[in-house]
């Protein structure tokens, strides 16, 4: 009970951080940029949201947006940031499919214990592997764009990416280590004993006192 317990809690975090990582992804608010106070930028036109995709334009009555689609020209850190962001999104479609392959009540064909612990295992360092990617965009790109500019603040987009990112970590620690302190049981489908009565080999299931032959004898 305790270990099912464990495995979803971990799924269930893993889960939450794929969701806080795509959100960080998809959206453009990381940093805010500016080199005057915020009233004067927005009166100014000068309140800048930057993210992987698009440079914002923040003003009360503008929202204006512009594509980076120049990819060749964009800073390292924006580069290095997208391909670590995406790799993670990616990562966190096969992790959740082994982690919730592996779990107790799910039944597949030909599966074993051997085979559901070495799935969750896979899928817990995909997680971690998931949590190392946006941790490492999510404190390289503010970085950058302090160098490059700026920066005045951190957008929500940058948040989704720490919670994100920390909730990958501990659902795949988690994960990773409910499965290793499981010790593994091999199957009884297909085990035999031998009946030293009768010398034939029968079910392990099948309880020692049973005749194999399930016969009854009667007396004439």
Not at 18 to 36: F, H, I, M, Q
Not at 92 to 97: A, E, S
Not at 130 to 136: D, H, Q, T
Request: hydrophobic share 45%.
């Amino acid at each position: 009970m305790a270990h099912m317990c464990r495995m979803m809690t971990g799924s269930t975090a893993s889960c939450a951080g794929w969701v806080g990582l795509l959100v960080a992804t998809a959206t453009n608010d990381w940093v805010r940029s500016c080199e005057y106070s915020k009233a004067t930028c927005l009166r100014m036109d000068e309140l800048r949201s930057n993210g992987l995709w698009a440079e914002c334009v923040i003003s009360p009555a503008l929202y204006h947006c512009v594509s980076l689609d120049q990819v060749l020209d964009l800073p390292a850190h924006i580069q290095a940031s997208r391909a670590l962001m995406v790799l993670a999104c990616l990562m966190g479609l096969p992790g959740m499919l082994l982690v919730l392959t592996s779990m107790p009540c799910v039944r597949l064909p030909n599966d074993t214990s051997a085979i559901k612990k070495i799935r969750a295992r896979v899928g817990g360092v995909l997680f971690i592997l998931m949590a190392v990617c946006g941790v490492v965009s999510t404190i390289w790109f503010p970085i950058g764009s302090h160098r490059n500019e700026g920066l005045m603040s951190f957008g929500f987009s940058l948040y989704a990416g720490w919670v994100g990112s920390a909730l990958c970590l501990v659902g795949g620690a988690l994960i990773l280590f409910c499965h290793s302190t499981v010790p593994w049981t091999p199957s009884r489908d297909n085990s035999f004993y031998y009946s030293r009565q009768r010398g034939t080999a029968t079910p392990a299931d099948q309880p020692a006192n049973q005749p194999a032959n399930h016969a009854k004898s009667e007396r004439v």
